[in-house]
C-alpha cells in the first residue's frame, strides 16, 4: 500500500507501508501454537504475542531497536563530540557500551537442554547496564522496592520541583549546583514545618520524603527538575507521628 504525504505543494513525500509480517503464522510455530491453545485462550495469544516479538521478526517489519540505533551511531558521536571539545563522563561511556553488547553470543552465553529430549535453550548474557531497555527495568524494579520498603506506611504526596529557564545553562555548566537543588528543597521542607511554631522546630519535626533528580524533561532539553514523594506526616527526634 503506498501513501503520498505533501509538506507543501512542491514537496511531495512518498510513504510504503510494508504489510505486517505475522511472524506466530509460520508452519514451524503450529504444534507450539496448538500446545498453547489447550491451557486457553490467554496463553495462546501471549505465545502469539512472544513469537511476534521476536528480535527476528520485529526486524522484517521495519522496526529498529535502540540497541542497533547505538550500535550504528555511538562512536560517531563520541568522535563528534571530542572533535566539539566536549567530553562524555566515563559512567555514560560505560553503560552505553555495556547496552550495545548487551546479550551478544560471542561474550558469553547460557545453554539449557532438557534431559528427556533434544530441545535446547541459548541465552546470551544480560549486561546489568542501567540504561539497557531489558535490564534497566530489573535495576528500575529493584530500585522502586527499595525506596517502597523505606518509606513510612502513610499516603505520599508527589511533588515536582524546578527552576527558572533563564538560570539551567548555569545548571549544565555547572554540575556541582545539582546538589543545591536538593539543599533547597530540604530547606523549603523544613520551613514548611518548623515555621508553624518554635516547638516543632524544637523536636526538630521533619517530613519523610525520598526525591530523585532528572536533568531532562520530555523534550529532551535540559531541564534539571527534582521529583518528591513526600509522606503525609511529620515524625519527631523521639520517633513520634504526626499528621
Not at 504475542?49 to 550504528?72: C, S
Not at 547460557?110 to 531489558?134: A, D, M, T, W, Y
Not at 528500575?140 to 517502597?148: C, K, L, N, V, W
Request: aromatic share 12%.
Amino acid at each position: 500500500m503506498i501513501l503520498l504525504s505533501y509538506i507543501s505543494n512542491k514537496c511531495p513525500i512518498k510513504i510504503v507501508y510494508k504489510p505486517y509480517y505475522v511472524h506466530a503464522k509460520e508452519l514451524s510455530f503450529k504444534f507450539q501454537l496448538l500446545k498453547a491453545a489447550k491451557s486457553g485462550k490467554m496463553v495462546y495469544e501471549n505465545e502469539a504475542n512472544k513469537l511476534n516479538n521476536l528480535k527476528y521478526a520485529r526486524k522484517e517489519n521495519g522496526q529498529i531497536t535502540i540497541q542497533e540505533i547505538f550500535r550504528n551511531h555511538w562512536s560517531e558521536f563520541v568522535d563528534l563530540q571530542k572533535a566539539k571539545g566536549k567530553t562524555i563522563r566515563q559512567s555514560i561511556l560505560k553503560n552505553v557500551e555495556k547496552m550495545i553488547h548487551c546479550k551478544d553470543l560471542s561474550l558469553g552465553y547460557l545453554f539449557f537442554e532438557c534431559p528427556k529430549c533434544n530441545n535446547f535453550h541459548i541465552q546470551g548474557l544480560s549486561c546489568h547496564s542501567r540504561f539497557c531497555v531489558s535490564c534497566g527495568k530489573k535495576y528500575r524494579d529493584a530500585r522502586a522496592y527499595e525506596i517502597m520498603k523505606r518509606c513510612i506506611s502513610v499516603p505520599h504526596r508527589h511533588i515536582t520541583w524546578t527552576i527558572s529557564e533563564d538560570l539551567r545553562w548555569l545548571f549544565q555548566k555547572y554540575k556541582e549546583l545539582y546538589n543545591e537543588l536538593f539543599a533547597s528543597v530540604d530547606d523549603v521542607l523544613k520551613y514548611l514545618i518548623w515555621n508553624k511554631s518554635k516547638a516543632s522546630k524544637k523536636r526538630n519535626e521533619r517530613l519523610g520524603y525520598i526525591s530523585s533528580l532528572h536533568t531532562f524533561g520530555r523534550d529532551m532539553k535540559h531541564n534539571p527538575h527534582i521529583h518528591s514523594l513526600v509522606a503525609e506526616c511529620t515524625i519527631d527526634n523521639r520517633g513520634k507521628r504526626k499528621p
